[in-house]
């Protein structure tokens, strides 16, 4: 029996919300977890290239390190597994991602736009702005350094003509980012279609990016 187990059950079953819910159809998508260090020094738990998520148990979930190597599992590992890898070396806070093609988020990527800090709860959640990270093909060489930059210390990231991808200290955070994702997209394109798409005043922007932080764990 795998020690990983109950994490590649953890990664398995966010996954099947992921399709529950909506944010991805068929096999698109990946979800990862990074291990606990007692567990193994760089490691992660990732899901499997196409594959559908209803037909997938737990041994299923592949476990790979920091290098993209097989540690345990006998599939393919998600073609994102570096931009998973990347974004972990980035973000020491971090220790699951989610990435998705949600409709209304993939909808404002593929129109070229950043999401301003419009509601309260997206700036206490994912750290103010969604940023669109401009076009690179899934599993290039400028994939990592492009995503990771345009979602700087944020929770939340666009990338342009693909969908979207959401962090948090657990995979349920991670999951709730992407939900909150797709929420404020869809509330701004609703209010662009309106006409008009009225930014947070900065103040309240700084008091809840202040909150953001304290969930982080960080002061500065």
Request: proline residues 5%.
């Amino acid at each position: 029996m795998s020690k990983w187990l109950e994490h590649k059950r953890e990664v398995l079953v966010a996954a099947r919300k992921m399709l529950e819910y909506g944010l991805v159809v068929g096999t698109s998508g990946n979800v990862s977890l990074r291990l606990p260090p007692e567990e193994g020094s760089g490691l992660l738990a990732i899901t499997p290239s196409s594959r559908y998520y209803d037909q997938l148990k737990p041994d299923d979930i592949q476990v790979v390190n920091f290098k993209a190597e097989p540690v345990e599992g006998d599939l393919p590992p998600s073609v994102e597994t570096r931009l998973h890898i990347g974004i972990y070396r980035t973000r020491k806070d971090t220790s699951a991602i989610i990435h998705t093609h949600s409709t209304f988020a993939s909808a404002i990527a593929v129109a070229g736009l950043d999401i301003p800090a419009i509601l309260e709860d997206q700036v206490a959640f994912l750290g103010g702005e969604i940023k669109l990270a401009k076009y690179t093909p899934s599993a290039s060489d400028d994939q990592v350094e492009t995503i990771t930059a345009a979602l700087g210390d944020r929770n939340a990231v666009l990338l342009a003509n693909h969908g979207a991808v959401g962090l948090g200290r657990t995979l349920r955070e991670a999951l709730t980012a992407c939900q909150l994702i797709e929420k404020t997209a869809k509330i701004y394109y609703l209010a662009l279609s309106l006409g008009k798409a009225t930014p947070l005043p900065g103040r309240v922007v700084r008091t809840k990016q202040a909150f953001f932080k304290t969930l982080k764990g960080g002061s500065e």
